[in-house]
């Protein structure tokens, strides 16, 4: 078990630095415009594939790290130069996650690969989970799973909703239910291997805020896939689904909830990217900004304002990086996971706010970089679990009751 430390070893140094650099010199310059464009940054991406930013390599290499810093660290850093870029850059771990938490060594050794390709040729990964009619509630998603023994072979039905790379995707994830009656006791996670017949992108959203990242439904029309498709295989689920029948829809995990709960401190760490980003720049704007002959900073109003953005930036880091190394080392307890998330993303929303306040009309307008922080910063009270659920998941693990 690696001890827990406030300070960054060198090697985590170095990659910061290099990670800021190519946030800095790549991503923002031209942030602005593939937001505008809502279009998904492939000429970026593809710089980062290049330097080894974005790939299986460095993913693989950052969740080796015992103290399960590297990753956060990488994080924030990306997303302080933007949160759609670097959704677009990190938006396949997702999948990778879903693969890496399910599935069996051979299937991670097979399927890992293509959510990232190489530098020559870039692949994309896609995890699709949520559905119309199933956001928060993943017990009840309508994607149905059947098994076709005869070939030995699944086939899936259904509509996901809100996927992150969702139709574009190389390698899509799905979530689909296997016994429906069992709820999320009764599901299970399938690859879609690229060019699967029956698999379509539906409606491609258009967002108010990370626009560089893409967004669109996923529809399956009689996708079959092969028996080996099914991450854990079916001996695995077989035995899953035989306790949960027992154990009256207890006692088994969800494998959605089981890759949420991994990625979450790593949300957090994408908030405070944003949350950072608008707080640097207001001040550097503080400090320069003149009225009534002085520096606006001199006014305590703006001074407490940036003086409270720092504070609470330190705190919601400070829960991301402990969940961060409990993820590593031991495991989450008390919902420390979903604890940074929430902390961290009502930061970025509040932060950002503050920001635009900060600047006056000017930040109110799209020529300057805050107002897209603050449309970015939005949805981290929402994706992979509302502020709502974030509550209730603490809730429960404090109380140890089923509170709903």
């Given at each position: 078990?690696?001890?827990f430390s ?5 090697d985590?140094?170095?990659l ?12 923002r ?18 710089e ?10 460095f ?12 990753f956060?660290?990488?994080l924030?850093?990306l997303?302080?130069?933007d ?31 293509q ?17 119309p009619?199933?956001?928060s ?7 149905r ?9 699944w086939?899936?039905?259904?509509t996901?909703a ?5 139709g ?29 017949a029956?698999?379509?992108q539906?409606?491609?959203y ?5 626009r ?6 996923v529809v399956?029309d009689?996708v ?6 099914l ?10 689904l ?9 006692g ?6 089981a ?50 953005m720092?504070?609470?930036?330190d ?5 991301v ?12 307890h ?12 009502r ?22 970089p ?5 449309r ?19 809730a429960?693990?404090i109380?140890?009751l089923?509170?709903?």
């Open positions: 078990m690696a001890e406030l300070s960054l070893n060198e985590q140094l170095q910061q630095k290099w990670i800021h650099d190519f946030a800095e010199d790549v991503v310059p031209v942030a602005h415009e593939w937001d505008e464009r809502e279009e998904f940054p492939w000429p970026v991406v593809q980062a594939a290049r330097n080894g930013l974005y790939g299986l390599d993913v693989a290499n950052a969740f080796a790290d015992p103290t399960g810093l590297t956060p660290v990488a924030e850093e997303f302080w130069g949160a759609g870029i670097g959704l677009a850059i990190f938006g396949s771990s997702l999948a990778a996650a879903g693969i890496f938490g399910n599935g069996t060594p051979e299937q991670i050794g097979e399927w890992l690969p959510c990232y390709g190489d530098a020559d040729n870039v692949m994309l990964g896609a995890f699709c989970v949520s559905e009619d199933a956001g509630d993943v017990s009840s998603l309508r994607t799973a059947v098994y076709d023994a005869a070939t030995d072979e086939v899936l039905n259904g996901k809100w996927i992150t790379n969702g574009i995707a190389d390698v899509h994830v799905v979530v689909a239910a296997v016994d429906p009656a069992l709820k999320g006791r009764g599901q299970a996670s399938f690859v879609i291997p690229p060019g699967t029956g698999l379509s539906g409606q491609k258009k967002k108010h805020g990370i560089a990242s893409h967004t669109a439904e399956l009689d079959r896939v092969p028996g080996r498709c991450l854990g295989g079916k001996d695995k689920l077989d035995e899953k035989a306790r949960a029948r027992e154990a009256g829809h207890s088994a995990r969800q494998p959605a909830m890759t949420f709960e991994s990625t979450r401190p790593g949300v957090g760490a994408q908030a405070l990217g944003i949350a950072r980003a608008a707080y640097e720049y207001s001040l550097d704007y503080a400090k320069e900004r003149k009225a009534f002959g002085r520096a606006i900073i001199e006014n305590q109003s703006i001074a407490f304002m940036l003086a409270d720092a504070m609470e930036i705190a919601a880091r400070l829960l990086w402990r969940a961060a190394w409990q993820s590593r080392n031991g495991g989450l008390r919902g420390e996971g979903s604890m940074s998330k929430l902390k961290a993303g930061v970025a929303v509040w932060s950002t706010e503050r920001a635009i306040q900060i600047l006056g009309g000017y930040g109110y307008t799209r020529e300057y805050v107002e897209r922080w603050h970015d910063a939005k949805i981290y009270d929402i994706f992979e679990g509302t502020e709502q659920i974030q509550q209730l998941v603490i429960r693990a109380s140890g089923r509170i709903e």
